[in-house]
């Protein structure tokens, strides 16, 4: 054998070789950590969901979302409707989930890497009408070094990475949508407030942005802006809290008001009450127009009519989808927007300060200028 096929066969060996330890090494890595790109919950049938909690045990939080009559809504907060958005976002973010790598599937390594029902930063359970789980997630707290999770189906062993684990609410009210009203300045007529001792209408002629107090006492004028916050309190109003009525104090006392008239003749009233430093209302619409919206037979209507009586059909049916949600409930607002809507009428109005009257020169000052003109004669 000459000295080329000798070199060969060296190189050959030396080939095998290599070829035999990086499938050594990759048997190790694959036997260490299976990777995958599939996500974490896999064929969800939203149908069959008829409730879904939110768990933080650290937070000693829990949230239920219950399907009824079509919708979800939230059952701490007396069934108060869920806001659509929100709960499309959390079973989004469920389904979002997608893992890395197989970490472990030995149970006895749940709890170190926080994936059971009591070491779980969030459990996230999709149940059926029965309360069983179809599924039921566990999330870990995030490692800030890799920005990575761990996660668990609570039916399984396997432990999975993941990576941008998402953040959960875990508070009821963060499933509401909390905005009652946002009505813009510039559609607003007049309003009128009711207090414990006093009342006041404060209205603007369409078109223009001067805000006039009816029957401004003689010798008063507005102090500074404040009638403007007052004007314009609608123009966003939340709540902090929500309760049927059966569940709030029984002594409240509804007897102040807060009435938004509309150019378009909506109105939006707030009877409002005051219990220990916490303000509740009850809120309501109305249309003025009572007159019904008929079409003439064999008239030929003009564009500008026709919107107009689109305009009002659209208006009367907000009227009564408002009320619809909101008529069977009482709301506390901020403390904040509360002195907004009931504001007496001595913050919004002062005296009109008086000129200042020229003081008369001293008389013994006029007796020296006088001796003093006579010296220099």
Not at 177 to 185: A, F, G, H, K, Y
Not at 361 to 373: D, G, I, R
Request: hydrophobic residues 40%; negative net charge; aromatic residues 6%.
């Amino acid at each position: 054998m000459n000295n080329k096929k000798l070199a060969l066969l060296g190189i050959i060996a030396v080939l095998m070789t290599g070829a035999v330890i990086l499938q050594h090494q990759i048997g190790r890595n694959v036997h260490m950590a299976e990777f995958s790109s599939s996500a974490l919950i896999e064929g969800l049938a939203i149908d069959s969901v008829a409730a879904i909690q939110i768990t933080s045990p650290n937070e000693s939080q829990i949230v239920k979302l219950v399907r009824g009559n079509g919708q979800f809504v939230v059952s701490d907060k007396d069934n108060y409707p869920v806001d659509v958005g929100k709960i499309n976002d959390l079973i989004n973010k469920c389904l979002d989930i997608r893992t890395i790598e197989t970490i472990t599937s030995n149970p006895d390594n749940h709890a170190d890497l926080k994936v059971t029902e009591e070491t779980a930063r969030y459990l996230i359970a999709f149940l059926d009408r029965e309360k069983k789980s179809i599924a039921t997630v566990a999330l870990s707290e995030v490692d800030p070094e890799t920005n990575t999770a761990h996660a668990r189906l609570l039916s399984g062993n396997d432990v999975y990475s993941i990576r941008g684990a998402p953040w959960f609410n875990t508070q009821a009210i963060d499933y509401i949508d909390t905005e009652l009203l946002s009505v813009p300045l510039e559609k607003v007529s007049s309003v009128a407030v009711k207090t414990s001792d006093s009342s006041y209408v404060l209205s603007s002629p369409e078109g223009t942005d001067e805000v006039s107090l009816e029957k401004m006492p003689e010798g008063k004028q507005y102090r500074g802006t404040v009638y403007q916050t007052v004007f314009g309190a609608l123009s966003s109003l939340r709540f902090e809290d929500v309760s049927a009525p059966s569940n709030v104090p029984q002594e409240l006392d509804f007897d102040k008001t807060y009435i938004c008239k509309l150019y378009d003749l909506t109105v939006y009233k707030l009877s409002i009450a005051e219990k220990d430093d916490k303000t509740y209302i009850k809120i309501s619409a109305d249309f003025l127009d009572k007159a019904p919206v008929e079409k003439t037979v064999g008239e030929v209507e003009s564009d500008e009519e026709l919107k107009k009586k689109e305009a009002k059909l659209l208006a009367i049916d907000a009227v009564k989808e408002f009320n619809a949600m909101h008529k069977e409930w009482v709301y506390q607002i901020p403390s904040y927007k509360a002195e907004q809507l009931i504001k007496p009428l001595s913050a919004l109005i002062e005296d009109i300060p008086q000129p200042e009257e020229k003081s008369e020169p001293l008389q013994e000052n006029a007796a020296e200028t006088s001796e003093n003109a006579v010296s220099e004669g």
